[in-house]
């Protein structure tokens, strides 16, 4: 069986590359993609060369478990469907539409355990949006936003608008988005946010966070633009015992942070949050199952393909990762097509 696959030849070097993989082994499915999405945030990195080198591509997927190393290969949210059926699989396999975490490809061999069978009222396109969904999901388990909190939003791209759709779900007091791009400010307060400013508006965010807390700034804020220096922007936006969870990871750029006077007598929690794994406090009631139900039920509830601002043919996957890296105010959310 031949195949199409995104490769990186280097940093902002990206191409196809035409091969033949065997037939399904033992307990494995053949999979042909319909379509595959981008994750903007986590591939840029990987396709500026800004990712530490001694580090898996992601550990917690065994299509990425290798090291950072280029020719590389990355993606993890395919959409398609089973054309092939390895020994000792069951047949009722056969023809299934379903989700993958696998690099962008036209076709793959995957274990039977590791594809998730889509649902039949969510479309192909919605599927695609499992894994950010995933860790939206995981950011409301980090944050626990509660009733009546005001909450901000920092970065308003896939994972900043999927958050900022489930966090309008719940009922808060304010809840404000900030991104820099108008475009994407426009979609968050069409999303649910009450609120939207350019990261430049500090005090009026300021202003707007207190008018919702009486005074008191934000209870609750998530960093998720990608950029180190918003971690100073979201401690000035949290209030005293606040919490900030960050989901941003930054690659190889440091984060100079100022933990001085106001960070310092504040009491204010930084929280790490990464869907790799499930945050402690949780884990005796959720499990990765759990979470893959509720990202599902998420999914049909938000309908995220309305997020999807372009298509393009997989044999132009250059084009799409110069798009994302040059015009970045012009994407949200950017799929490969298979001809499928």
Avoid at 60 to 76: H, I, M, N, Q
Avoid at 100 to 118: Q, T, V, Y
Avoid at 290 to 299: G, N
């Amino acid at each position: 069986m031949n195949r199409t696959a995104v490769v990186m030849q280097a940093p902002r070097r990206a191409g196809v590359r035409r091969e033949e993989i065997p037939p399904p082994g033992p307990g494995e499915v053949a999979v042909q993609s319909r379509l595959s999405a981008i994750s903007a945030g986590t591939e840029l990195l990987f396709y500026r060369g800004e990712v530490p080198p001694d580090m898996p591509v992601d550990a917690a997927l065994p299509s990425l478990s290798g090291p950072v190393r280029y020719p590389l290969r990355y993606g993890y949210a395919a959409a398609g469907r089973v054309i092939g059926l390895g020994p000792g699989v069951a047949a009722d396999m056969a023809g299934r539409r379903v989700f993958c975490f696998h690099p962008h490809a036209s076709h793959m061999n995957l274990s039977a355990a590791a594809i998730f069978p889509i649902p039949e009222d969510v479309d192909d396109r919605d599927a695609l949006f499992l894994a950010n969904m995933q860790t939206a999901v995981t950011l409301m388990l980090d944050g626990r936003p509660v009733l009546g909190e005001t909450v901000a939003v920092f970065g308003q791209g896939m994972v900043g608008l999927l958050a900022t759709a489930l966090l309008a779900r719940h009922p808060l007091k304010h809840l404000a988005a900030v991104d820099p791009i108008p475009h994407r400010r426009e979609v968050s307060l069409a999303t649910g946010a009450h609120a939207a400013f350019d990261p430049r508006e500090a005090e009026a965010l300021a202003a707007c966070l207190a008018s919702g807390s009486g005074g008191a700034l934000a209870d609750l804020v998530f960093e998720l633009s990608g950029k180190p220096s918003a971690l100073n922007a979201a401690i000035a936006a949290c209030g005293f015992g606040g919490r900030i969870v960050i989901g941003s990871w930054y690659g190889i750029r440091p984060a100079a942070l100022d933990l001085g006077g106001r960070f310092h007598r504040s009491r204010i929690r930084l929280i790490s949050s990464q869907v790799s794994t499930l945050p402690a406090e949780a884990s005796a009631r959720w499990d990765a199952a759990r979470r893959i139900e509720t990202a599902w039920e998420m999914i049909r509830r938000v309908r995220p393909a309305r997020f999807i601002t372009h298509e393009i043919p997989v044999d132009r996957a250059a084009e799409a990762y110069e798009l994302l890296d040059r015009r970045p105010e012009d994407v949200l959310q950017v799929v490969f097509t298979y001809g499928t």
